[in-house]
């Protein structure tokens, strides 16, 4: 019995070595991939994935700063499409969190370049010029967001923002009455229209505006603030009062509810 407990115990004890001997037979011949070429080529691969998961990771977190980083090598290293505009697209939105606006536009514009139908980097390079204040280029971009996606109200209404920076007022007032008969529950649509009719004059038309933008949104204490100014225009005191007690109440904005105490006060005369 004893002979018989070790032989198996000697058997279990090698048991590992006799299947790593069949899972790796010394009869299989090794694979012949030698040449400097594709040897590099392999290895650019192997980074472009995993700098992209790093990237991809350190955005997740809001580390912008890694991200860029990790895009950056990846943009360095010139991945074939889609991968390349792709890059180039995830290292400007690092660029635009981390304040870097000129890169930032450069970033998008260079996918843009790779990829001329890529609409996603087309609307952010609108809102990083527009951040940045550079309008004319922030219309081009515009310009060519709509070229790409005609039917996207996202196209539309980034052009209506850039041609309101510009005080091209058809341009804006076509756009933003597109999104808002479009979108009618978007008040942010409503409010943009409202402060088109405003510079154009059209005051009737503007409070019609924010009067639809503050029935959907009535916490929208900018949008208040303009229908107090309008209010005032035709002397309802009393309405612009209540319009502003509302801003003063609503607003996140510590120099809008500081302008609105300051109207009221002139004309309640009580200090808030």
Avoid at 82 to 98: E, F, V, W
Avoid at 158 to 165: F, P
Wanted: proline residues 4%; contains cysteine; positive net charge.
């Amino acid at each position: 019995m004893f002979r018989i407990g070790a032989c198996a115990l000697l058997l279990a004890a090698f048991a590992p070595a006799m299947a790593l001997a069949q899972a790796y037979p010394a009869a299989t011949p090794a694979a012949r991939t030698t040449a400097p070429a594709q040897l590099d080529a392999m290895a650019r691969e192997r980074e472009v994935a995993e700098r992209f998961r790093r990237g991809l990771d350190a955005a997740g977190k809001s580390d912008w700063k890694t991200s860029a980083a990790e895009f950056a090598r990846v943009v360095s290293l010139d991945p074939a499409e889609p991968r390349g505009s792709t890059a180039r697209y995830d290292l400007g939105i690092a660029q635009a969190n981390l304040g870097q606006f000129a890169p930032a536009e450069a970033s998008f514009a260079d996918a843009i370049r790779l990829d001329p139908g890529f609409a996603a980097a087309a609307a952010n390079l609108v809102e990083t010029a527009l951040a940045a204040g550079d309008i004319t280029r922030a219309r081009r971009a515009a310009d060519q967001f709509i070229a790409m996606a005609p039917a996207s109200l996202r196209a539309r209404y980034s052009r209506g923002l850039v041609a309101l920076k510009q005080n091209d007022l058809t341009t804006a007032r076509a756009d933003f009455a597109t999104v808002s008969a479009a979108s009618p529950g978007y008040a942010l649509a409503h409010y943009d229209l409202a402060v088109t009719e405003i510079r154009a004059g059209d005051y009737a038309s503007a409070q019609t505006e924010l009067q639809a933008a503050l029935a959907l949104a009535p916490g929208y204490a900018r949008a208040r603030f303009a229908l107090a100014t309008i209010m005032l225009r035709s002397d309802r005191r009393a309405e612009a009062s209540a319009d502003l007690a509302r801003v003063i109440q609503d607003a996140d904005d510590p120099s809008l509810r500081a302008l609105a105490v300051t109207l009221r006060a002139r004309l309640t005369g009580v200090q808030q």
